[in-house]
């Protein structure tokens, strides 16, 4: 909120709390709070039930100025089930930072199923990609424990480049980036989940479900077999994730039992790129602040460090900067606007069994790259490259990748012109 002030959540209770962001080497007394959880309708079941709020997003829209709050939807750490974990709700921010106290919450509305709706979504195939694709349902079981390798435990929320549709970032589990994930598969890749209707999940008190949510195509990310502990951006198209271990870290940290930082485009096609910063062993930065700018290795951002256990809201913040890439390259800027080379047909039959075909269209003779891509971003064929007429340009591909048939699976069609990037999803099925 502004250059100075931010809300903070403490996972253990409900109490939202408006503090400095600068508070000095010990704790400070909240500028103001807002206790969430009359409006929650939790049910306590044991001495660790509380909504687990593990993240949340700012969201401006016709709305106003909105705070997004999710649990982590996970069971406890013995593995006992905890719906009181599944909540997203929303409060608006009132004042303009020069009151007292410069801004209030008020309360919008909640939804008490998306863990249910997330389950169902792979369960029933409904992104197409097989019945219990992600092995989900089995991760968040009766029993299984959420901080493990194939748990459940949700822990980033941000906001798509779009604005709009909201990016659910997951801790656990790690999935397969190369087909099913099964209890035999290997486990490498990061899940975020596309929520497409995220403001009308908060219409009620609490909104009708299960059934509501209403998801996009999942993004793998390669986070070197580390799950989303934080993922946040400001400047259009420039993401921070803190990327940390689904279980305890290591001492010393020793990758992947360690935090790292990963800046990302919020591009599918390109993985994120990790940075130079690390973190002993005692801090565990679970939120970040990031500066309105294009993120650089001098860009220093304000962390937040997961204490837990104290009502008041007491955390420990570091700054530092993210640190030159192990690549060369930065986080590329963001894609400019759809500009004049463009996808006239998108690709069909979606899903398709054996290849599909699409249509570009180019105004005027240019220099057209045209590839197939993988879930994880690998480059499977390119279907074009070169100079192209002006004019409407169809491309078929056959499914085929080195003469045997591609597994089923996500796959990406990617053009590129110039400053231009534009893709489109399809699925391959078995």
Same mark, same amino acid.
């Given at each position: 909120?502004?250059d ?7 996972n253990e209770?409900e109490?939202l709390?408006?503090f400095?962001?600068?508070p000095?080497t ?17 049910v ?5 039930s509380?909504?687990?709020i593990e993240?949340?997003v ?15 939807m +996970? ?6 089930l905890r719906?009181?974990?599944?909540r997203?709700?929303?409060t ?7 009151g007292?106290?410069?801004y209030t919450?008020?309360y919008?509305?909640?939804?008490d199923k998306l ?7 792979d369960?029933n195939?409904l992104?197409?990609l097989?019945a219990n694709y992600?092995?989900l349902?089995?991760?968040?079981a009766n029993?299984?424990?959420p ?5 459940f ?8 480049p779009d ?5 659910l970032g997951?801790r656990a ?5 190369s087909g099913?994930t099964?209890s035999?598969s290997p486990?490498? $890749?990061?899940?975020?989940?596309p929520l497409l209707n ?7 008190n609490?909104t009708?479900g299960?059934?509501?949510a209403?998801?996009g195509t999942p ?8 799950g989303?502990?934080s993922?946040?951006y400001?400047?259009?198209g420039?993401?921070?994730? &803190? ?5 305890a870290? +290591?001492?010393p940290p ?10 990302w485009?919020?591009?599918?096609l390109?993985?994120?790129i990790?940075?130079?910063a &690390?973190?002993?062993a005692t801090?565990?930065?679970?939120g970040?602040?990031?500066?309105n700018t ?5 860009t ?5 460090n997961?204490?837990?256990g104290?009502?008041?809201?007491c955390w420990?913040s570091m ?13 590329p800027?963001?894609p400019?606007?759809a500009?004049?080379v ?11 069994r ?6 570009? &269209?180019?105004?005027r003779?240019?220099?057209v ?12 064929t390119?279907?074009?490259?070169g100079d192209l007429s002006?004019?409407e340009?169809t491309?078929?591909w ?6 045997? $048939?591609?597994q089923?699976?996500?796959y ?5 012109s110039g ?6 999803p399809?699925v391959?099925?078995?």
């Amino acid at each position: 909120m502004g250059d100075s002030l931010m809300f903070i959540n403490n996972n253990e209770y409900e109490v939202l709390g408006l503090f400095s962001r600068y508070p000095g080497t010990s704790c400070q007394d909240a500028i103001y709070s807002f206790n969430a959880h009359p409006h929650l309708g939790l049910v306590v079941t044991s001495s660790d039930s509380s909504a687990d709020i593990e993240a949340c997003v700012k969201m401006v829209d016709s709305s106003g100025v909105r705070i997004y709050w999710s649990g982590s939807m +996970s069971n406890s750490k013995a593995g006992n089930l905890r719906p009181d974990r599944s909540r997203l709700f929303a409060t608006t921010v009132v004042g303009d930072g020069t009151g007292s106290p410069p801004y209030t919450l008020t309360y919008v509305g909640r939804y008490d199923k998306l863990r249910d709706d997330i389950l169902a979504w792979d369960q029933n195939n409904l992104h197409g990609l097989g019945a219990n694709y992600f092995g989900l349902v089995a991760s968040a079981a009766n029993n299984a424990i959420p901080q493990s390798i194939n748990g459940f435990n949700l822990e980033g929320l941000t906001l798509a480049p779009d604005g709009k549709t909201a990016y659910l970032g997951f801790r656990a589990p790690m999935v397969n980036p190369s087909g099913p994930t099964t209890s035999t598969s290997p486990r490498t $890749h990061a899940l975020i989940i596309p929520l497409l209707n995220m403001p009308d999940l908060v219409k009620g008190n609490p909104t009708p479900g299960p059934g509501a949510a209403h998801f996009g195509t999942p993004i793998l990310l390669p986070l070197g077999v580390r799950g989303i502990r934080s993922i946040d951006y400001t400047y259009p198209g420039q993401y921070l994730i &803190t990327a940390g271990p689904y279980d305890a870290v +290591s001492n010393p940290p020793v990758a992947p039992l360690n935090f790292r930082l990963f800046t990302w485009s919020g591009d599918p096609l390109y993985p994120p790129i990790e940075r130079s910063a &690390t973190f002993a062993a005692t801090y565990s930065p679970e939120g970040c602040i990031v500066p309105n700018t294009h993120l650089i290795a001098q860009t220093v951002v304000d962390l937040i460090n997961d204490d837990g256990g104290i009502a008041g809201g007491c955390w420990r913040s570091m700054t530092c900067t993210i640190g030159p890439p192990a690549d060369p390259l930065a986080v590329p800027l963001p894609p400019t606007a759809a500009g004049d080379v463009h996808f006239s047909r998108s690709p069909a039959p979606n899903p398709a069994r054996r290849g599909m075909s699409l249509a570009i &269209t180019v105004p005027r003779a240019q220099w057209v790259e045209l590839s197939i891509d993988d879930v994880a971003g690998r480059r499977l064929t390119t279907l074009w490259r070169g100079d192209l007429s002006a004019g409407e340009h169809t491309f078929s591909w056959n499914g085929m990748v080195n003469a045997e $048939h591609a597994q089923a699976g996500l796959y990406w069609v990617r053009l590129r012109s110039g400053n231009l990037k534009e893709a489109k999803p399809f699925v391959l099925t078995p």
